[in-house]
């Protein structure tokens, strides 16, 4: 049991450093890579709580389907960028909010089923 609870708050702490070392993205392509990279740990994060037990098939499933809001929205930002800065902006701000509130989530999971 120590052995899983060590391994699942491995996998989120790395998934939490994803780009631990690198620097703060600053231009609006390095905060696309930066959502892009957050989104791939939410959803290892995901898989591994999933295997784990750690959550169930329905919450794993609504965290999907998040992720893939999250996913348009950075698309739809990044095709916006070009025309209109302000609204890609926002639409990558509105992707990341999710994405790191999906991470905290997946965290508390984590530690609920560690107690």
Known sequence: MKARNYLLSLVLLLSACTFFGQ????????????????????????NTLLSAGAIDRDTYLAVREETDKAATTIKLAQQVWATNPQEA?????????????LRAYLIDAQQRASA
């Open 89 to 101: 902006e926002n639409r990558l701000t509105t992707a990341l909010t999710l994405l790191e509130a």
């Open 23 to 46: 620097p703060t993205p600053e231009t609006f392509n390095e905060r696309v890579l930066y959502a892009k990279g957050t989104l791939v740990s939410v959803l290892e994060s995901a």
